[in-house]
């Protein structure tokens, strides 16, 4: 049987604000303010603390099938409830890749054997499956890698863009580095031979430059269109001036992200950090930093995503180019930007925004993302005074480690809902639990 749960005295970050209202959990949806509490089956007094909608990442690499011994479903989801994470949407470039409605079928029903928590997978774009593109359903969309990537996944030829945005209809998202930028810069630095080499060879310009084709593709052809992973201060004046120019939020087509470690992170930690912080697209400067930071803040930037991408330390401890690019972060996502709130970088109002009613509003998710009369029991309750350290040693990602290692953090939760049962009770994860696919209502976008 469902525990009917009853947590009292929090203070609930509403779609319209914060609100000190008791919410039931019953038969996993959210009850507001209930009259009476008839058959409660436990009470929370969560005095002093702020209960928030469950945490939805729209971008991970759960490396599941085909490279398990970096990460899976299994200890990938493990790692999003404790990190107050309640639904992941996984990309495609998995082995092999999830490019046909069979492979993303199979990957649904692999989830449902293995993750803890709600999850949802998008077809990956070739230059030769607009067809299977066409046909998918069960997903949130489209996934194109316009640079940073090999074989089939990588779609930089404008004929194949074409067809793509122009023959279908699940919004699209995409990695923008224009790859002749990439090999153009690369060549001219015989490939690199230094970790600050990743970011002139992903520099500014590959990013804008495909930031720009992609966006010019989306309006032409009318097509729904998120940026992922937003890196320089360059594609935030650039997307500052085509919202300046659709006055109509309601009648936007491009919407976009950004990680923490492009906002945490830039060029001058290549020499503490090395490759642990070699990501695609590379971190770049410290006033991309503040400009993203600005971005997210004004809300040019409607989204926070991980990009968790995790690889073994024995792979990343290989010399640059040999090293991957890629680092894990779902599990501390949420406490990195409540750390954010208290240093007065963000408002709690701002991360409840980008961390859940975004990315549920950008991919159409139903019924998540909003603590609401009705909605799934997906559910994080964090203490803002709680003081704890990144350690790796504490790390329930498969690959163990976290480029924030030592690094003291106020704000953290303490406990996780998914479906309105309780997977992280601020010690342990509750590892039998399953979450369930993630469902797109597209004909509301």
Same mark, same amino acid.
């Given at each position: ?9 929090? %203070? =609930? ?29 436990? %009470? ?22 085909? !490279? ?29 890749? %999830? ?7 199979? *990957? +649904? ?31 949130? /969309? ?17 004929? $194949? ?22 090999? @153009?810069?690369?060549? *001219? !630095?015989? /490939? ?43 594609? =935030? ?12 939020? $309601? ?21 503490? !950090?090395? @490759? ?32 968790? $991408? ?5 792979? *990343? ?50 019924? *998540? ?16 005074? +709680? ?34 049962? !309780? ?11 399953? /979450? ?10």
């Amino acid at each position: 049987m469902p525990v009917t749960t009853l947590i009292k005295n929090a %203070t =609930c970050q509403l779609p319209g604000g914060a609100e000190q209202i008791d919410v039931l959990i019953s038969q996993g949806k959210i009850v507001l303010d209930p009259a009476s509490f008839t058959n409660v089956d436990e %009470t929370i007094d969560a005095t002093g603390l702020h209960l928030l909608p469950g945490i939805i990442d729209d971008q991970v690499h759960f490396r599941d099938p085909g !490279l398990t011994h970096k990460e899976d479903l299994y200890t990938g989801s493990r790692a999003c409830a404790a990190g107050g994470v309640t639904t992941f949407l996984e990309m495609p470039n998995t082995n092999p890749a %999830t490019i046909t409605c069979e492979a993303l079928h199979n *990957k +649904l029903e692999l989830a449902s054997q293995k993750s803890i928590v709600n999850y949802g997978f998008y077809i990956g774009a070739t230059p030769h499956n607009v067809a299977e593109l066409r046909q998918a359903k069960r997903t949130p /969309g489209i996934k194109i890698f316009i640079g940073s990537s090999t074989g089939d996944l990588l779609v930089d030829q404008q004929e $194949a863009l074409e067809r793509i945005f122009a023959e279908t209809t699940l919004p699209i998202c995409a990695h923008c580095e224009d790859e002749a930028t990439v090999q @153009s810069n690369a060549a *001219k !630095l015989d /490939g690199g031979k230094c970790f600050t080499d990743h970011s002139k060879i992903r520099n500014h310009e590959a990013a804008l430059v495909a930031t720009k084709r992609a966006v010019e593709l989306a309006i032409r052809h009318k097509h729904r269109f998120h940026v992922l992973h937003v890196s320089t201060a360059q594609e =935030c004046d650039f997307l500052s001036e085509y919202q300046q120019s659709v006055s109509d939020p $309601a009648q936007r087509l491009i919407t976009a992200e950004v990680c923490p470690h492009h906002l945490f992170f830039n060029v001058d930690d290549y020499d503490r !950090l090395g @490759s642990l912080v070699q990501m695609n697209p590379s971190i770049k400067n410290k006033a991309d930093n503040k400009r993203l930071w600005q971005a997210l803040q004004e809300g040019t930037i409607q989204v926070i995503a991980t990009d968790h $991408a995790p690889h073994t330390l024995e792979e *990343k401890d290989q010399p640059y180019p040999k090293s991957p690019s890629g680092l894990p972060a779902v599990e501390n996502s949420l406490a990195l930007m409540l750390d954010a709130v208290n240093r007065g970088q963000l408002t709690l109002q701002r991360i409840v925004e980008s961390m859940c009613e975004a990315p549920a509003k950008v991919w159409d998710i139903v019924n *998540k993302g909003k603590i609401e009369q009705g909605y799934d029991a997906d559910l994080v309750l964090v203490d803002m005074n +709680l003081k704890r350290k990144i350690l790796n040693e504490n790390q329930l990602t498969k690959s163990g480690w976290s480029p924030w290692h030592g690094t003291s953090l106020t704000g953290w939760p303490v406990k996780t809902w998914c479906n309105g049962v !309780l997977v992280y009770d601020g010690k342990n994860v509750r590892e039998n639990h399953r /979450g369930q696919e993630v469902l797109f209502d597209h004909t509301a976008g």
